[in-house]
């Protein structure tokens, strides 16, 4: 008899067959939302975090007479910012703050894409409220960020200057574990956010330590042993930079410190498991343990490894899919093994064939992409020494899939909708039978197999 499981393939679902004996446990997929709510619900649950801060005054409290910036996430990582911006809004004007300005946090992302729809949000809430409001997206290659310093990892911290400008400074946000800075948490709306593509790129480096500068690890971490991750280190480093400057009169200083608030949940579409705000940085360490008791897998590694990335944007190119890899794939299968993943790959019609499906633009192509056709087929060691001392922006993806390939020797299997030459150069094997590549793999009665759904959504924790 078999077992049946849905998987997520794109805005669909599809249901694959696992032979008797050969699935290893059940479905690991993200926990189902502790509580569904209704708008008017979501609403009063931040509204009551907010009339309940931890660490700091009520924040209507903090603004009042002063230039507040109010940062928020953009749309690459879309979320519930329309809702935050809605009701920290209300609070901040129940404040009467002589001016507020919203700042989209595009970090190195395309404002004009990944800030578009936020902006027009910002905008329409601030007509229902009737108050004015500035509302802006970071370009990253403006030159508008004020160079504050090197941080204690050596990156040059350079930050927006609007945002320096900012005399009580507003986060709104929402955490997940993250492939990289260990959680999603406050300080990356600074940086990358708010800050230069120098300043982002050098940050991004530390990615290369992929053994700590990995997802369940961040220096807000309430496990004392878990605090150590260069990149998050680092974006750490420069937000506190920011944090104690402030532009007066067009004159940069060393205030000490400019008051900060965070709101920051774990949220879904319709649901808020948990909300907490005040001190940012006792919020950040309550944080990483809810985010960890509702997220976290703890699972034995296996031979063979089905595995989705989850629903768009996660699943729009192999890019984004990587993703998926730091967060679950590499944690969960032995070595040398064998993985499928379930990703349409569908891109974006504006973009040019050659481009779509790989990556987002152009430029995040040619760095992951191409350097990971050119590397895969020469000796690891060689790639990597290549990647560090050439690195850009992306190359930490095309290093991490050369590890996994290379190193831990996982074979990568792909059911997509993109034609096989386009992805066998990077040494994706594709795939047009799901089914048949579980039985195969069955018949050879060598393993067991795990099926993962919503891979970047969640954390895998081998045993």
């Avoid at 945002?163 to 955490?175: D, I, M, N, P, Q």
């Amino acid at each position: 008899m078999k077992t049946k499981l849905p998987f997520t393939y794109g805005e669909n679902i599809m249901e694959l067959s696992f032979p008797e004996g050969f699935l290893a446990g059940g479905l690991v997929k993200t926990h189902p939302p502790e509580e569904i709510l209704t708008m008017a619900g979501m609403n009063e649950r931040i509204d009551t975090a907010l009339a309940r801060p931890d660490g700091t005054e009520r924040l209507r409290d903090m603004v009042k007479g002063k230039g507040v910036g109010f940062v928020i996430s953009d749309e690459f990582r879309w979320g519930l910012q329309e809702l935050i911006v809605d009701r920290m809004m209300a609070e901040i004007f129940a404040g009467d703050p002589e001016s507020l300005t919203v700042f989209i946090a595009t970090g190195t992302h395309d404002p004009g894409v990944y800030g578009k729809n936020l902006i027009q949000a910002v905008k329409t809430i601030a007509e229902k409220i009737g108050r004015p409001v500035r509302v802006m997206a970071n370009d990253c290659d403006s030159g508008e960020h004020v160079y504050l310093g090197e941080t204690a990892l050596g990156t040059p911290a350079e930050v927006w200057d609007e945002w320096l400008k900012t005399e009580v400074r507003v986060f709104g946000h929402e955490s997940k574990h993250h492939y990289m800075n260990g959680y999603s948490v406050a300080d990356k709306q600074v940086c990358p956010g708010l800050s230069s593509r120098r300043t982002v790129t050098s940050t991004h480096k530390h990615a290369l330590d992929h053994e700590y500068s990995s997802a369940g690890r961040n220096p807000h971490h309430a496990d004392e042993s878990r605090r150590r991750n260069p990149f998050g280190e680092d974006n750490r480093y420069v937000r506190k930079m920011a944090n104690r400057h402030l532009i007066i009169d067009g004159d940069l200083r060393d205030v000490g410190r400019v008051p900060e608030f965070l709101l920051d949940m774990i949220s879904s579409s319709r649901s808020i498991d948990w909300i907490k705000a005040g001190d940012l940085d006792i919020v950040s360490r309550e944080m990483t343990a809810a985010v960890d008791k509702h997220a976290v897998h703890y699972i034995e590694r296996t031979k063979y490894v089905v595995i989705s990335p989850g629903g768009p944007p996660a699943c729009n190119t192999l890019y984004g899919v990587q993703n998926c890899f730091d967060m679950a794939l590499k944690f969960a299968i032995k070595q040398g093994g064998d993985a499928l993943i379930l990703a349409p790959c569908a891109g974006r019609p504006e973009l040019k064939e050659e481009v779509s499906g790989l990556a987002p633009d152009l430029k995040a192509k040619l760095l992951f992409w191409d350097n990971l056709v050119t590397w895969i087929k020469r000796p690891l060691e060689e790639g990597k020494r290549w990647i560090e001392d050439n690195f850009e922006l992306y190359l930490w993806k095309t290093d991490r899939i050369l590890k996994l390939q290379l190193e831990q020797e996982v074979k990568l299997y792909l059911y997509s909708d993109l034609p096989d030459e386009k992805v066998i150069p990077g040494g994706f094997i594709p795939v047009k039978d799901p089914d048949a590549w579980i039985s195969e793999r069955a018949f050879r009665n060598d393993g067991m197999i795990r099926a993962i759904d919503e891979g970047n959504k969640l954390l895998v924790i081998p045993r």
